[in-house]
Structure formats: C-alpha cells, structure tokens
C-alpha cells in the first residue's frame, strides 16, 4: 500500500492542529477553501456588554470596499487615496502600515467610490484587482509590482458597479472573469500574466461573484456564476464542462457554494436561490429553486447542512442546504455580511455599523453578543453602506467601513 496519501493527510492534520499554523491564514476572498467558514478554534463563545476589546483602527485604507486578506503577521487590501486605487499591507499587530502601491486609476461610483475586490495572497506574491479592471501583481515583501493587465483588453467590459470579483490563484495560474466575446473566463500565467487560456463558447459578461475550485464526481472544476449561467469550466483548458440558466436581475453579487456534488448559488432583486447536483454523466440536475434565500450582497455560510445569511424582507435565514426549506428567519439585525469562525456566526449591518454574533445553529437566533462599531467613516456617499465583509483571522476579528479598518481580540485566550 502507497503510504503517500497517509503521510500528506498526517501533515495537513498537523498543520490544523496549529492556530498559529499558515494553514489558517486567510489568504483570499472567503478564506482558505473560500468557503468564508474559519477552521479556527479557541475563540469567545460570548462578548461582554461593551463588545469585544479594540486593538487598534487603520485610518488610511482609502475609499472602497475591498475585503482583507491576512498572512503571516501582514493584513492586504485595497483603498482608493486620491484618484489612485491602491494596494496595501498592513502590520496587524501595531495596525501601522508597511507599504502602499498604485494598482489603478480610481473608480467613481453614486454608490462609493475606489475598489470592490479583495488581494489574493500566494508565496511570496499577492493579486489584485481594480475596479475599472486592472489586475496586477506585487511582492509581499515591498509591494514593488511585478506585472499588469486589463480585463478590457481581455475583452471584457467594466460592469455596472466596477469589476467585484476577488482573482483566485490555483497553482501557477490565477483566474477570474473578465467577461465578453473572447471569453468569459480567463487563466493568467501567476508568474508572468501571460493568458494560458480563455473559455471559447461561454461569453457572458462580467457580473460580481468570484470563482470557486471545485472537484466535482473526480472531476476538478472552477464554478462560477453570472446573470445568466451557472457554469462548471475545466482548470486546464477553460473547457466548458456544464451548464444551466439562471435568472439573474440587475445585478449577481454571492460566491456561488460547492459541497460534494452540489452547487448553490443565490441573488437579490428578488432573483432568489437555485441548487443542482452534478450527475454520474457530469451534467446538472435540478434539485430546487426557490425565494427563501434572496441574498443581495453579504453573503451567504454553508455550515454543517444549513445555509445561514440575510434574505431580502424576510431578514436574517437558516436554510436546509439538501431541500432548500427555510428553517428559520429573524429580523433581530439589519441587512449585511456574513462570516463564521469557531461555530459561530459573525454578522455586520450594513445600514447601522451593528455587530452581532450568534450561534451557527439551525435550532434558531442565539445571540451571544453585540456592539457598535465606531467610529464610523465621514466620508461613505450618501448611497453607500457598511459593505466590507468581516474577517476573523488569528483571533481578530477585522471590520472596515472605508478608509477605516478595526481589529478587534475575539481570542478566549491569551
């Protein structure tokens, strides 16, 4: 018997058993499995009154939305100064800044100006898209760039509210959706930028969710989702592999969820959910499609077989991953984002700054805390909101509203 599989299974096991380990850095958009589910543990199962303990506040991220990557002691984003839009790392014990690069012209928006995206961190190397369109890559260590290209020049045209997407980096290659007639789907060299390949027959525009790696029934995949498909491309050739219709309207914005050989995918503007299981004949079957889960932009956690998030006017769900049920709703907070850490659930409210944390239970709401995040930015557009996704890494919790970045000890203990 080949004793490699026991002995890597054995060394990944050793790497969870750390919390200190690389292997829970959140190292991209949702986190390692892109899943927005921590593998951390240790964490406080309550908050005292006042919330808990503040660390520290950024206050030069710059205008935007663009979530956080963190890896090795260094937080990523992105922030728009001036009419610049740019990345930068962040020491995330002091909160002081380590560099700042130019990834792209600023992007204006009624909804709020600068980038949408969140950095994709791999090596020695960190990925970043602007919200016009640029993708670029910089070393971690200075932010010096190491090269450049532009979804338009990839045939893609620059959406409504900005290209959203967070660039996934798998292997050598980093993907992502550019959109438009030459492809839909694009795969760059990581090293170089050069294209390796782009989908032929698949050529929706761009919308907002970001691709997810899948291995589907043996067979590796990225899923993503646009207003109009849900589909399966292969990670070596950007061959179409499976697809079905979706009825995206106006805009398409939640990550799409693969657990074993299902897919998952939800919108707002009353678009709802739909769900399909890949068969033994790699093709889509429909299991259910329904408006429990109306999801507009924070997110939605697959957690055990339940699906947690916020549903346009029915408030904050639990739904049954397998039959799409709604098995219980709650307008105990705001509309916002969603992230889960420890076997709890972390949300923000878009509209207020609320931060609460509950039980990720399908038993129903159990809160087991909440506060205020302050201060809160001067200079969100009147149409804007509290729209960066919260993160916990390292027994921090980070939140952002604009130019202002929080980190707060969620650890339970020292």
């Given at each position: 018997?080949?004793?490699?599989?026991?002995?890597?299974?054995?060394?990944?096991a050793?790497?969870?058993?750390?919390?200190?380990?690389r292997?829970?850095?959140?190292?991209q958009?949702?986190?390692?499995?892109?899943?927005?589910?921590?593998?951390?543990?240790?964490?406080?199962?309550?908050?005292?009154?006042?919330?808990?303990?503040?660390?520290?506040?950024?206050?030069?991220?710059?205008?935007?939305?663009?979530?956080?990557?963190?890896?090795?002691?260094?937080?990523?984003?992105?922030?728009?100064?001036?009419?610049?839009?740019?990345?930068?790392?962040?020491?995330?014990?002091?909160?002081?800044?380590?560099?700042?690069?130019?990834?792209?012209?600023r992007?204006?928006?009624?909804?709020?100006?600068?980038?949408?995206?969140?950095?994709?961190?791999?090596?020695?190397?960190?990925?970043?898209l602007?919200?016009?369109?640029?993708?670029?890559?910089?070393?971690?260590?200075?932010g010096?760039?190491?090269?450049?290209?532009?979804?338009?020049?990839?045939?893609?045209?620059?959406p409504?509210w900005?290209?959203?997407?967070?660039?996934?980096?798998d292997?050598?290659?980093?993907?992502?959706?550019?959109?438009?007639?030459?492809?839909?789907?694009?795969?760059?060299?990581?090293?170089?930028?050069?294209?390796?390949?782009?989908?032929?027959?698949?050529?929706?525009?761009?919308?907002?969710?970001?691709?997810?790696?899948?291995?589907?029934?043996?067979?590796?995949q990225?899923?993503?989702?646009?207003?109009?498909?849900?589909?399966?491309?292969?990670?070596?050739?950007?061959?179409?592999?499976?697809?079905?219709g979706?009825?995206?309207?106006?805009?398409?914005?939640?990550?799409p969820?693969?657990?074993?050989?299902?897919?998952?995918?939800?919108?707002?503007?009353?678009?709802?959910?739909?769900?399909?299981?890949v068969?033994?004949?790699?093709?889509?079957?429909?299991?259910?499609?329904n408006?429990?889960?109306?999801?507009?932009?924070?997110?939605?956690?697959?957690?055990?077989?339940h699906?947690?998030?916020?549903?346009?006017?029915?408030?904050?769900?639990?739904?049954?991953?397998?039959?799409?049920?709604?098995?219980?709703?709650?307008?105990?907070?705001?509309?916002?984002?969603?992230?889960?850490?420890?076997?709890?659930?972390?949300?923000?409210?878009?509209?207020?700054?609320m931060?609460?944390?509950?039980?990720?239970?399908?038993?129903?709401?159990?809160?087991?805390?909440?506060?205020?995040?302050?201060?809160?930015?001067?200079q969100?557009?009147?149409?804007?909101?509290?729209?960066?996704?919260?993160?916990?890494?390292?027994?921090?919790?980070?939140?952002?509203?604009?130019?202002?970045?929080?980190?707060?000890?969620?650890?339970?203990?020292?």
């Amino acid at each position: 018997m080949n004793a490699l599989p026991f002995l890597v299974l054995s060394v990944v096991a050793s790497l969870l058993a750390s919390p200190s380990s690389r292997a829970l850095d959140w190292r991209q958009w949702r986190g390692p499995l892109r899943n927005d589910v921590s593998a951390e543990k240790g964490l406080l199962k309550a908050w005292p009154a006042s919330g808990p303990r503040k660390l520290w506040q950024f206050e030069n991220a710059g205008l935007g939305y663009a979530g956080f990557s963190v890896v090795s002691g260094r937080l990523y984003t992105c922030g728009a100064r001036d009419k610049t839009e740019m990345i930068m790392a962040i020491d995330i014990q002091t909160g002081k800044e380590v560099w700042a690069t130019p990834v792209g012209e600023r992007y204006p928006n009624d909804w709020g100006d600068g980038p949408r995206s969140t950095p994709a961190v791999d090596g020695d190397h960190v990925f970043a898209l602007s919200a016009k369109g640029t993708l670029a890559c910089f070393q971690v260590a200075d932010g010096k760039q190491v090269w450049q290209t532009s979804m338009v020049e990839l045939g893609g045209k620059v959406p409504g509210w900005g290209y959203c997407e967070s660039p996934l980096v798998d292997g050598d290659q980093v993907v992502c959706t550019p959109g438009g007639d030459k492809g839909a789907i694009v795969a760059l060299d990581k090293r170089t930028g050069k294209v390796r390949w782009q989908t032929t027959g698949f050529t929706d525009g761009a919308q907002y969710p970001s691709i997810v790696p899948a291995t589907i029934r043996g067979v590796p995949q990225y899923v993503q989702l646009t207003a109009k498909s849900i589909v399966g491309v292969g990670p070596n050739d950007g061959k179409i592999l499976w697809k079905t219709g979706f009825s995206g309207r106006v805009a398409v914005i939640p990550t799409p969820i693969v657990a074993g050989d299902q897919v998952y995918v939800s919108a707002g503007y009353g678009a709802g959910c739909k769900s399909v299981r890949v068969g033994d004949d790699g093709q889509p079957v429909l299991l259910y499609e329904n408006k429990v889960m109306k999801n507009h932009h924070g997110g939605v956690i697959l957690y055990g077989d339940h699906l947690y998030g916020y549903s346009d006017e029915i408030g904050w769900v639990c739904q049954d991953f397998k039959t799409g049920e709604q098995v219980w709703s709650s307008k105990n907070l705001g509309k916002g984002a969603v992230t889960c850490a420890d076997g709890m659930l972390y949300m923000i409210s878009e509209g207020d700054g609320m931060v609460v944390m509950i039980d990720a239970s399908p038993k129903g709401w159990s809160e087991k805390g909440r506060f205020k995040l302050t201060p809160q930015t001067t200079q969100r557009k009147p149409q804007g909101r509290i729209w960066t996704h919260p993160v916990v890494s390292g027994g921090k919790l980070f939140l952002r509203d604009q130019e202002l970045v929080s980190c707060f000890d969620v650890q339970a203990e020292h």
